[in-house]
């Protein structure tokens, strides 16, 4: 990706990121987060949540993914920003499917920088809102 081939309305290719309670389990170790919310079942649902859900930080993570695999480097993204609008739940058989896309929003050439904006949805629903990557473009 060089400077002149960034375009606003660029769409990046998207992805599905699949997420199994396996992953959840892997995240808690990387992160530290053992909150019962991420792996007990009957934690979860006895605070009033659908199922076991995904880590906030575990999907923001997993949505920029497609920024970096765009850019080809994650040591470009200067920025990145989001606000979380609903929970992924995860359920025990089958995992969930997180459907990620992105669009370039803004380029500023001189300072060769560019803001994508990262679309993230579970079951038709937005998971993440103003989710904003802003990117080095060369």
């Known amino acids: 990706m060089t400077q002149a081939s960034v375009e606003v309305g660029q769409q990046l290719p998207p ?17 530290g987060d053992f909150n019962p919310i991420h792996w007990d079942e ?56 997180i459907e990620v896309s992105a669009v370039v929003k803004s380029v500023d050439a001189p300072a060769r920088r560019a803001v994508v904006e990262i679309t993230a949805t579970h079951a038709g629903a937005k998971v993440l809102t103003r989710a904003l990557a802003t990117v080095a473009t060369d």
């Open 42 to 97: 009957r934690f979860a649902t006895a605070v009033g949540l659908p199922d076991v859900i995904a880590h906030g930080m575990f999907t923001m993570g997993a949505a920029v993914q497609v920024v970096v695999d765009w850019l080809g480097d994650a040591g470009k993204v200067l920025e990145y920003a989001v606000r979380f609008s609903a929970p992924v739940p995860v359920p025990h058989d089958g995992g969930a499917d």
């Open 15 to 31: 992805r599905t990121v699949h997420v199994e309670r396996s992953s959840l389990v892997r995240y808690a170790g990387a992160s």
